[in-house]
Every structure is written in structure tokens, then in C-alpha cells.
């Protein structure tokens, strides 16, 4: 698999994009085709990891992806910061197909403000998703190019006690003061942030990270899906990727139930988390996702 897919792939991929775009119009695009028979092994595996996100109708209850790229010992960066790029070129087109699948795309503050990404389709063929900057306390910088280059729709939230007008006025990006974006303990609240995005008609959303964020929605049992890439490379001490809190036996841990799908050199799984015992269907409270699936 290591060149990707191939037979069958480029034809399902365009019918994948025309119900995405069916669905963010408000209409139902029926099912997704399924000419597996023209596929090779790589592109069904493509095939199966994607459907979830394809086939969903427009008032379906909303959809939370989380992806993460990290090293063999659990790190998504260096020490300062730096992860370009710890998972190849294949693992990078499968997030742009996430991000083509899904209304929008999700980045805290310190993956806004550190890797200054685009969070554009442009490795893929599909439209732009909404982009969103998570960033209770308006601290990323005015210059970077998600608020600035107009590339996308984007949305940058912020705790409205920490909502500064002045600054909103310098950015492209459209600012949403939202209230009670921070939780008591300092950190957003995954909750408000999903209720938010939904009143904003963003139903099918893809957290890219960083860990600290993709960790927030997990805690809080929000993550329908949860995509971990393994690469085979070994930082030593960094960044750490997925953090939950403290168990203090094996049996308290979270164990998903997940698949392997091979993305050249690295390895990802795909964790379903839609029937977790933790998980929350928005009564606005934090989980406890510690559990043996």
C-alpha cells in the first residue's frame, strides 16, 4: 500500500464529494455508492474508513472526528514545538480528505499560533471546510494565516470575557464571543464549543488538533471517532498526543474497540468510540471515559 490508492478510487472519491456537498446544502444524497469491485485493497480500506463521514443526513445528530499523527513513544512534536511532519505523505492526504468530508475543521490556540496551518483541502480535490480557531483567551497571533488569508469561511471563538472588539476588527476571520467558553478549571468546554458550531449549521466536525484539544473532546465523551497514525519514528521527550486522566489499574483504562489501516509507512488506527459508556449526547456535563470497552 505504500503508493495509496489506486483502480476505482478516483471516481468514489467524486461521488463521496458530491453528497458531502448535498448534505451541507441541506439535501439528502442517498447512499454512497459501493463498487467495491473496483477498488483495490488500499482504496477499500479508504472506502470503509470514510463512509461513516459521507454517509450522514443533513439533520443527523452531530458528528465529532478527532486525528492525531504521533511517534512510537506517544509524542505529536519535538520539545519546541516542531511536527513537520512526524507522519508521511499519506497520512497528510488522509486529514485533507477529513477535512474535505467534514463542515468544519477544528485547531486550539497553540496549533494555530505554532504550525500556522492553511487547514485547506489542497492536497485533495474537495471544498474548504469551515475553520475554526479555538482560542478562549485571543491569543493567537493577528498575523497568522488562518485569520488573515480569506482562503475559507473561518470562525475564531474566544471566551467573551476575553472578546477585545479592537482586535476582531484586524482579522478576516469572523469572531464569535462566546459565553462560558472557559470551564471552571480553566480550559474550554468541549460542549459549549460542539453547541456553538451546530448553531452555526457545522454538524460533521474534525478536530485536528493539538493534544491538548483532541484530549478536551475525548474527556468529555464528545468523539464519535478517533484516528491515532503511528509513525515509525522514536522523539524521545516532546509533546505529548492524547492525555486523559490518571488510571490507577489497567482495567480502569479506555480500550476502544479499533481497526489497523496502513497508510504507507505508518500505521492508524481507527477507534469507534460511538458507543462508549462514556460518552456524552450533550447533557452538558464532563465524563469520566476511563472504561474497559
Do not use: K
Request: net charge positive; with cysteine; proline share 6%.
Amino acid at each position: 500500500m505504500s503508493n495509496g490508492p489506486q483502480a476505482g478510487w478516483p471516481g468514489l472519491w467524486a461521488a463521496a464529494l458530491q453528497i458531502v456537498a448535498l448534505r451541507r446544502a441541506g439535501q439528502v444524497g442517498g447512499a454512497w455508492a459501493r463498487p467495491l469491485h473496483g477498488l483495490d485493497e488500499s482504496g477499500g480500506e479508504l472506502f470503509a474508513l470514510y463512509e461513516p463521514l459521507v454517509c450522514r443526513a443533513p439533520q443527523s445528530p452531530p458528528w465529532v472526528i478527532a486525528h492525531l499523527g504521533q511517534s512510537l513513544d506517544g509524542f505529536i512534536a519535538t520539545h519546541n514545538g516542531d511536527s513537520r511532519f512526524v507522519t508521511g505523505s499519506q497520512d497528510l492526504d488522509h486529514m485533507h480528505r477529513l477535512r474535505a468530508l467534514c463542515d468544519a475543521v477544528i485547531v486550539g490556540a497553540g496549533t494555530a499560533a505554532i504550525d500556522d496551518p492553511l487547514l485547506t483541502t489542497r492536497r485533495v480535490p474537495g471544498t474548504n471546510p469551515t475553520r475554526v480557531v479555538l482560542d478562549p483567551m485571543q491569543r493567537v497571533p493577528l498575523a497568522a494565516r488562518v485569520l488573515q488569508d480569506r482562503a475559507a469561511p473561518t470562525l475564531w471563538l474566544c471566551d467573551e470575557r476575553c472578546h477585545d472588539p479592537a482586535v476582531a476588527a484586524r482579522v478576516a476571520a469572523r469572531v464569535l464571543a462566546v459565553p462560558g467558553l472557559t470551564a471552571a478549571d480553566g480550559v474550554f468546554d468541549a460542549q459549549v464549543v460542539r453547541r456553538v458550531l451546530v448553531a452555526q449549521g457545522l454538524r460533521v466536525l474534525f478536530v485536528e488538533g493539538g493534544g491538548v484539544t483532541v484530549s478536551r473532546f475525548l474527556a468529555q465523551g464528545l468523539l464519535d471517532r478517533l484516528h491515532v497514525a503511528l509513525a515509525p519514528v522514536l522523539i524521545g521527550e516532546g509533546r505529548r498526543g492524547v492525555r486523559l486522566p490518571a488510571s490507577s489499574t489497567m482495567a480502569d483504562c479506555l480500550r476502544p474497540g479499533g481497526r489497523i489501516v496502513r497508510l504507507g509507512d505508518d500505521v492508524l488506527w481507527d477507534f469507534d468510540l460511538s458507543a462508549s459508556p462514556g460518552r456524552s449526547e450533550g447533557t452538558g456535563r464532563a465524563v469520566d471515559v476511563r472504561r474497559t470497552m
